[in-house]
């Protein structure tokens, strides 16, 4: 089924266009991938960064949003990854980063589109487990800066993911 990524604020695009568009700011990145690439370069696939800051003694899990994601493409295949977060005054470009967590991303988002049902793409960040996941969540017209896991939501443990926690195997919530 096709997933239905959540539309980024448009001011977390724009600042992520303006970095871009930012010979020092691409040039300074500890990025040599995006640094290298030859073509133009895209962001894509926002996905809101959820963080589980803890579970409370009724059990019920805490959850902030801490920022978008959007992959940067260049060509067929995302090559890095630039994160935006929420300041004061509004949306503001964090940095560009690569490494596995990016390639992880992109097979677990081919692997979710082969779900049988859709889905609305997020991240989860389980700090205490060291351990980032692809969060798609049932209810694909939610408001993707809020919002708990449900019984129908999948979890994919994102590579590398936390000793005894098989990467790219999904789990229900």
Same mark, same amino acid.
């Given at each position: 089924?096709?997933?239905?990524?959540?539309?980024?604020?448009?001011?977390?695009?724009?600042?992520?266009?303006?970095?871009?568009?930012?010979?020092? %700011?691409?040039?300074?990145?500890?990025?040599?991938?995006?640094?290298?690439?030859?073509?133009?370069?895209?962001?894509?696939?926002?996905?809101? @960064?959820?963080?589980?800051?803890?579970?409370?003694?009724?059990?019920?899990?805490?959850?902030?949003? *801490? /920022?978008?994601?959007?992959?940067?493409? %260049?060509?067929?295949?995302?090559? *890095?990854?630039?994160?935006?977060?929420?300041?004061?005054?509004?949306?503001?470009?964090?940095?560009?980063?690569? /490494?596995?967590?990016?390639?992880?991303?992109?097979?677990?988002?081919?692997? %979710?589109?082969?779900?049988?049902?859709?889905?609305?793409?997020?991240?989860?960040? @389980?700090?205490?487990?060291?351990?980032?996941?692809?969060?798609?969540?049932?209810?694909? @017209?939610?408001?993707?800066?809020? /919002?708990?896991?449900?019984?129908?939501?999948?979890?994919?443990?994102?590579?590398?993911?936390?000793? /005894?926690?098989?990467?790219?195997?999904?789990?229900? @919530?």
């Amino acid at each position: 089924m096709p997933l239905h990524v959540p539309p980024a604020p448009p001011a977390a695009l724009r600042t992520v266009l303006a970095a871009l568009g930012t010979p020092a %700011a691409v040039r300074h990145a500890h990025t040599p991938s995006l640094r290298s690439a030859q073509g133009p370069l895209n962001p894509e696939l926002p996905l809101p @960064v959820h963080v589980l800051d803890r579970i409370t003694a009724e059990g019920v899990p805490v959850i902030r949003l *801490a /920022g978008w994601r959007f992959l940067i493409r %260049a060509g067929d295949h995302a090559v *890095a990854a630039a994160e935006t977060v929420q300041t004061a005054e509004g949306w503001a470009f964090s940095h560009f980063f690569e /490494g596995p967590y990016v390639t992880s991303t992109e097979r677990a988002l081919r692997q %979710a589109e082969e779900a049988p049902q859709p889905y609305q793409p997020r991240l989860l960040s @389980v700090p205490g487990l060291y351990m980032l996941t692809l969060w798609l969540h049932a209810d694909v @017209v939610a408001d993707a800066s809020a /919002g708990l896991p449900d019984p129908m939501d999948l979890l994919i443990p994102l590579a590398p993911a936390p000793p /005894g926690i098989a990467s790219h195997r999904p789990h229900r @919530v």
